[in-house]
């Protein structure tokens, strides 16, 4: 007995595609994601309709059906026509067959069944289709076994896989984002075809890569998607810094942890508290200069001086290599791993007032985003002293509340300006502005002085005197 979902295609826009393929005597059917979220219960907005015929024709007839004439968006050379009904994105293709040069991932294109289509997919669980005709309306179309592999929870493709991957390599990047989004496992015979067909992943834009990539860090628990990347070769290929992340040296009995686990586990436990895709970034690339700054010390074993401040350093090649955002994001992700020992430092020590100024200083309104990152970096197997630092990290958080309070720090401006004190001295801009700038911020954030006008004036007086510097005129004790 055929499955039929025609009580879930509520929405009037497929009765819609339904008639206007009627009249134009071609078969259209619902493929692919949205037919497999539906199955998982997963919201989805994209229609993707193949027709036996021109999806172009197809996508026109059905903008205007309603007496609105709709924008449809043609894409000539891929055979596709996209429209928006209410908040869903529908995109039109004609079925076709597909066949593969080997230095290209672009295909060689004609016009095919319906089965020819489902063939060419990437995956088993995308094959999935639901008959628009008349008669069969909502009649799921499962050649392949998609709807076991959905049921089982694999991924598979509908061809032998190593023919899959190596004609679009890119789809071994898709298979790894699926598991790692759907929380499935890749099939025993793609994970091999993935490992021997690796290297062609070279042909495949940076973009589209990075694109995929993104979307395994988006993920629910992104570590399952970075261990296949890595089992399989594939990591050190596409972000060969985190790879090296991995392994354990041993000397003289002292061995240090495993930073990529560590990694993975900082990635699973931010994941949790944010969707945030740069803050999840940075617990990525928190520690990613540790293998630069490894070193042994017979006395105190094994050491990574300097690579918060080395990693911040090594953000902007990452992100020129993986084709990231040379902007305002990067240069966030770059200050969260340069101050992501800070707070932790402050949980060991003393909390000093001065030590907090300095972070509040320092984090600016990125301040809530670093303790979060703190907080999923402590990932020791030891609960007790986990559940000892989250509880250190509240009473630090209520000390930086009470400073802040008291002391306005967070993206604080000095009070006395560079022109100021030019006018106070009667100077040109030269070493002595500089000096005196940052001495009064040092007094504010070692408590020294208040952070108001007033006091930082009469401070920016003494340091002048001590430079050598004479007002230009009388001062009124209340300037």
């Not at 998609?146 to 990047?173: A, F, V």
């Not at 495949?204 to 296949?228: A, C, D, H, W």
Request: proline share 4%; net charge positive; glycine share 6%.
């Amino acid at each position: 007995m055929p499955i039929n979902l025609a009580q879930d295609l509520k929405h009037p826009i497929f009765k819609i595609i339904s008639e206007a393929a009627e009249k134009s005597d071609v078969r259209a059917f619902v493929i692919g994601g949205y037919v497999r979220d539906l199955l998982l219960n997963r919201p989805c907005k994209d229609i993707d309709i193949v027709v036996e015929g021109s999806g172009i024709e197809m996508a026109k007839k059905v903008a205007k059906a309603d007496g609105k004439q709709r924008k449809v968006h043609v894409f000539k050379n891929f055979g596709t026509a996209m429209l928006t009904w209410d908040d869903y994105q529908i995109e039109f293709v004609g079925a076709r067959k597909e066949s593969y040069r080997k230095d290209s991932r672009k295909p060689i294109v004609e016009n095919g069944t319906i089965e020819d289509d489902q063939l060419r997919r990437d995956f088993t669980i995308n094959t999935l289709s639901l008959s628009l005709e008349k008669e069969k309306f909502g009649e799921l179309f499962d050649p392949f076994g998609g709807m076991q592999d959905l049921n089982t929870k694999i991924i598979r493709t509908p061809l032998e896989p190593s023919q899959t991957y190596s004609d679009d390599p890119l789809r071994m990047m898709r298979a790894i984002r699926f598991a790692s989004q759907l929380n499935f496992n890749v099939d025993k015979n793609s994970l091999e075809a993935i490992s021997q067909n690796k290297e062609r992943i070279r042909i495949v834009s940076q973009e589209r890569i990075t694109e995929e990539l993104n979307k395994i860090i988006l993920s629910p628990k992104p570590s399952g998607g970075f261990k296949l990347l890595f089992n399989t070769g594939l990591l050190d290929l596409i972000f060969p810094e985190m790879a090296q992340l991995q392994g354990v040296d041993l000397i003289d009995g002292k061995a240090h942890k495993d930073n990529f686990y560590h990694t993975l586990k900082v990635l699973d436990n931010i994941s949790k508290n944010t969707e945030n895709l740069w803050l999840r970034w940075a617990a990525i690339l928190h520690d990613i200069a540790k293998p630069a700054t490894k070193y042994f010390d017979k006395s105190h074993g094994w050491t990574f001086h300097g690579h918060e401040d080395k990693g911040a350093r090594m953000v902007p090649k990452i992100f020129r290599n993986l084709r990231l955002p040379l902007d305002e994001k990067m240069r966030y992700v770059q200050k969260l791993v340069r101050l992501h020992l800070r707070p932790i430092a402050l949980v060991k020590d003393e909390v000093t007032d001065s030590g907090l100024r300095r972070v509040l200083f320092e984090s600016g309104d990125d301040l809530e985003d670093l303790m979060t990152l703190c907080e999923a970096d402590i990932t020791s197997k030891n609960e007790k002293k986990v559940q000892r630092y989250l509880k250190n990290f509240k009473t630090v958080r209520q000390k930086m509340k009470d400073v802040e309070a008291r002391d306005h720090i967070r993206n604080f401006q000095p009070p006395v300006s560079g022109k100021l004190i030019m006018e106070t001295f009667g100077i040109k801009p030269c070493r002595e502005i500089g000096i005196i700038k940052t001495a009064i911020k040092e007094a504010i954030l070692e408590g020294e002085i208040k952070n108001d006008t007033k006091t930082a004036f009469d401070y920016m007086l003494k340091k002048g005197k001590e430079l050598g510097l004479k007002p230009v005129k009388k001062l009124k004790s209340n300037h």
